[in-house]
């Protein structure tokens, strides 16, 4: 089965609230990155937390990262419309040359002004 | 801030074609990756290149699939006979170092529609 998988499937909520998702991956990773995408266009590097970090911030993104139960947490807090997006989880692991990061199925989110 | 590009930005072509996409990775970087994302799924790893040579290729990355790094600078994926599955979103990526512990830069995308 695959790395990363994000749930819910889809969230949406009302502009100023919170927005949690949340991901779960399978084997032993070197860390753990956050995407956004707004519909057809590319991948943007949100935040990356390291497998020996428990939480990390920036702006308005919040993520934490289990590893005991291989469980990570992407909250954004006070949300925005133009949050509105897809939010991917990704587990970077190391290969014999560099690493790989292995997508999970990803969260759409949609903010409502 | 430095960008990955890729060219075309969308690319239409008939069954049994052959196409090259085309990547700048970031001048600096050294490990350069192709992924794709068929419409409405998730983001698949393609293949990973270090070092002038493939360092890791997925299933999918079969016979008909080879890239190629000509110069300093471009990095192409090439689909030698194109089929109908082969219309995804195809993203470029480069990183600095292998070691983790650093964001992936990931080009805008080329769309590939395969008709």
């Known amino acids: 089965s695959q790395q990363g998988e994000e749930d819910p499937q889809a969230l949406s909520i009302q502009e100023g609230e919170n927005a949690t998702m949340n991901c779960s991956y399978k084997t032993s990773i070197n860390n753990l990155q956050w995407y956004r995408q707004n519909s057809g266009r590319g991948l943007v590097h949100l935040i990356l937390i390291r497998s020996n970090e428990r939480e990390k911030h920036s702006g308005r993104l919040r993520v934490t990262l289990d590893t005991s139960k291989k469980s990570s947490s992407l909250l954004i807090t006070a949300s925005r419309a133009a949050d509105t997006a897809s939010y991917f989880c990704a587990t970077d692991s190391k290969m014999e040359y560099g690493n790989k990061l292995v997508f999970g199925a990803g969260t759409i989110l949609r903010v409502k002004s | ?115």
């Open chain 2, 1 to 115: 801030e430095p960008e990955v590009t890729q060219t075309p930005s969308h690319q239409v072509t008939q069954m049994g074609q052959e196409v090259i996409l085309r990547c700048v990775p970031i001048s600096n970087h050294l490990y350069f990756y192709w992924y794709r994302q068929i419409l409405g799924q998730k983001v698949e790893f393609l293949v990973s290149f270090y070092n002038n040579e493939i360092s890791e290729k997925s299933e999918i990355f079969d016979d008909q699939f080879s890239v190629e790094r000509p110069d300093g600078s471009n990095f192409t994926l090439k689909i030698r006979s194109t089929k109908l599955e082969d219309s995804a979103m195809y993203f470029c990526a480069s990183t600095t170092r292998g070691t983790g512990g650093y964001g992936y830069t990931f080009g805008s995308g080329t769309r590939l529609t395969v008709v």
